[in-house]
Nanobody
Framework: QVQLVESGGGLVQAGGSLTLSCTAS????????MAWYRQAPGKLRELVAA???????TYADSVKGRFTISRDNAKNMVSLRMNSLKPEDTAVYYC??????????????WGQGTQVTVSS
């Protein structure tokens, strides 16, 4: 099993910055990809940013140029630096990893979520 612990959410004014972190621990595993999703009230969960391989990144159009995903392989940690925050960025943010345990099967694990609130 793999456990994910998130941190870094909070309340910030529009234009401000926050950094979210997510650390994975547990049984020996290989992290195949790491990503951040978010879910605002009444909306579907959406992909914010993802990192696969060494440095292949994907961003939602709404956050390009403002958010940066990074990964620390030694710590099995993924971070999301969020700059120029807007009220529409308000949501619960979830980290997700795709892990394997020596075989070909891949398993999805989700963090508990951390609230980000951007005031106008």
């Amino acid at each position: 099993q793999v456990q994910l612990v998130e941190s870094g959410g909070g309340l910030v004014q529009a234009g401000g910055s926050l950094t979210l972190s997510c650390t994975a621990s547990g049984t020996i595993f290989t992290v195949n990809s790491m990503a951040w999703y978010r879910q605002a009230p009444g909306k579907l969960r959406e992909l914010v940013a993802a990192m696969t391989g060494v440095d292949t990144t994907t961003y939602a159009d709404s956050v390009k140029g403002r958010f940066t995903i990074s990964r620390d392989n030694a710590k099995n940690m993924v971070s999301l630096r969020m700059n120029s925050l807007k009220p529409e960025d308000t949501a619960v943010y979830y980290c997700k990893i795709v892990a394997s345990f020596g075989g070909r099967d891949r398993y999805n694990y989700w963090g508990q979520g951390t609230q980000v609130t951007v005031s106008s």
